[in-house]
């Protein structure tokens, strides 16, 4: 399995998994996550600009030739009363349900952290839906901790 950066490229390949995790996530909490139709092609230029900007992360994990997984991550500045200036952030991360068990988001996720390291950001952040558990647990067994728990009402 190659994990890589992603490039233009692969674009095309990933915007089916963004198709998949959306619909997952819509199908978890369609108030939280009432996405407006076909979100994968919204994703295509953000996903462009994403492989060519330096301020970010966008990885993908290639098995002979087929692109099976992805992360994408942005730096983002913080609100000027903290003494956090920036902190990286992730989107997004899927692996293919087949490629699921073989500690492929586990490595997307530590090559995640070593690449915002090496930008110098000292802190990165992301959200889990709460149905998640797994997703949990493997951002637990990278060194993520429980910040805060955001709460939804629908009015």
Known sequence: MLIRPATPADVPAVLPMVANICALHESWDTDKYGFLPQPEKRYQRWLTRLANQEGSVFLVAENQGQLVAFVAATVEQEIPIYRTKEFGFIHDIWVEPEYRQQGIAKQIVELTIERFRQM???????????????ARKLFTSCGFRLSTMEMLITL
């Open 120 to 134: 110098g950001v000292e802190q990165i952040r992301l959200d889990t839906a709460a149905i998640n558990e797994a």
